[in-house]
């Protein structure tokens, strides 16, 4: 059964940082792309990053520069640091992945897209 688990997240003040990471289990990770995405109250889930399975990176504009993903294929680990954080940022993170056993750089930012979801974990950035 996959399964994600993220950690990692808290509170911290406007322009600290967090490191957020995703454990994940029961699928063959190495055949899927992996994306982070994250949703505030009264929003729609938005697609924040995302890595494909040659590495290749994937940013929205509103965090680009700030924040970066990347993997640890030989744990199965999904990680996002987030630098220079905004109040804005604060919202549920959400990792998940994306089957894609035929493309080696497939990035999608759509949630609908998306195979398997982890439970969330809470980052809150107070002014």
């Known amino acids: 059964q996959a399964q994600l688990v993220e950690s990692g997240g808290g509170s911290v003040q406007s322009g600290g940082a967090l490191r957020l990471s995703c454990a994940a289990s029961?699928?063959?990770?190495?055949?899927?792309?992996m994306g982070w995405f994250r949703q505030a109250p009264g929003k729609e889930r938005e697609g924040v990053a995302t890595?494909?399975?040659?590495?290749?990176?994937s940013y929205a504009d509103s965090v680009k520069g700030r924040f970066t993903i990347s993997q640890d294929n030989t744990k199965n680990t999904l990680y996002l640091q987030m630098n220079s954080l905004k109040p804005e940022d604060t919202a549920m993170y959400y990792c998940?992945?994306?089957?894609?056993?035929?493309?080696?750089?497939?990035?999608?930012?759509?949630?609908?897209?998306?195979?398997?979801w982890g439970q969330g974990t809470q980052v809150t950035v107070t002014s």
């Open positions: 998940a992945a994306v089957h894609a056993p035929s493309r080696w750089d497939y990035h999608t930012l759509d949630p609908d897209d998306y195979n398997h």
């Open positions: 029961g699928f063959p990770y190495k055949y899927y792309s």
């Open positions: 890595i494909a399975r040659d590495s290749t990176t």
